[in-house]
């Protein structure tokens, strides 16, 4: 069970060129489109993950998040880095768990999405900006607290859960 979370959303320089239209935030309530209101879905996304995850997990954990927004050469640097890897990707995710005591971990995560990928991915995925925007989030919230797809096992759980948050949140069933 996921006991308290702390989430901080930011973005690299580019982020005045962010501007979604209105269609891609399909019926959310939002008065302008731009960084503020990228931030303040990304928060709405992080919460509703973290209701359902608990309703799923025994195990009580604080999670503190930092979810970072960035161009194509930043993640490409990134990639490189920690994963020897010579080109961009369109997440990466990164975290620590510190044991705090028998029942209870903190798990500090930072998750890297790149805007400039999922500009690319959407029209090949058919999806819009917020479906995918959506998606990489939560695939990174649950790198984030241990869920992975090294094998056909993990992957499937890891697939399952992806697909349950993204439904109940109102997008179609991406595996």
């Given at each position: 069970?996921?006991?308290?979370?702390?989430?901080?959303?930011?973005?690299?320089?580019?982020?005045?060129?962010?501007?979604?239209?209105?269609?891609?935030?399909?019926?959310?309530?939002?008065?302008?489109?731009?960084?503020?209101?990228?931030?303040?879905?990304?928060?709405?996304?992080?919460?509703?993950?973290?209701?359902?995850?608990?309703?799923?997990?025994?195990?009580?954990?604080?999670?503190?998040?930092?979810?970072?927004?960035?161009?194509?050469?930043?993640?490409?640097?990134?990639?490189?880095?920690?994963?020897?890897?010579d080109?961009?990707?369109?997440?990466?995710?990164?975290?620590?768990?510190?044991?705090?005591?028998?029942?209870?971990?903190e798990?500090?995560?930072?998750?890297?999405?790149?805007?400039k990928?999922?500009?690319?991915?959407?029209?090949?995925l058919?999806?819009?900006?917020?479906?995918?925007?959506?998606?990489?989030?939560?695939?990174?919230?649950?790198?984030?607290?241990?869920?992975?797809?090294?094998?056909?096992?993990?992957?499937?759980?890891?697939?399952?859960?992806?697909?349950?948050?993204?439904?109940?949140?109102?997008?179609?069933?991406?595996?």
């Open positions: 069970m996921l006991k308290e979370i702390d989430v901080h959303v930011t973005c690299c320089a580019w982020r005045k060129k962010v501007i979604l239209k209105s269609e891609d935030f399909q019926n959310l309530q939002l008065s302008s489109t731009g960084f503020s209101d990228i931030k303040r879905y990304t928060y709405e996304v992080v919460n509703f993950a973290f209701k359902h995850l608990n309703s799923i997990s025994t195990h009580h954990h604080q999670l503190r998040l930092a979810i970072v927004l960035c161009g194509t050469r930043k993640m490409h640097a990134l990639n490189k880095t920690y994963r020897n890897l080109k961009s990707t369109n997440i990466l995710s990164f975290s620590q768990v510190i044991k705090n005591d028998e029942n209870s971990d798990i500090v995560g930072d998750i890297y999405i790149c805007y990928s999922i500009e690319e991915e959407i029209h090949e058919n999806m819009t900006f917020l479906h995918r925007f959506t998606q990489l989030v939560v695939h990174g919230i649950l790198h984030t607290i241990g869920y992975d797809h090294d094998n056909q096992n993990d992957a499937d759980k890891m697939e399952s859960t992806e697909d349950t948050i993204m439904s109940t949140l109102g997008f179609p069933k991406f595996y």
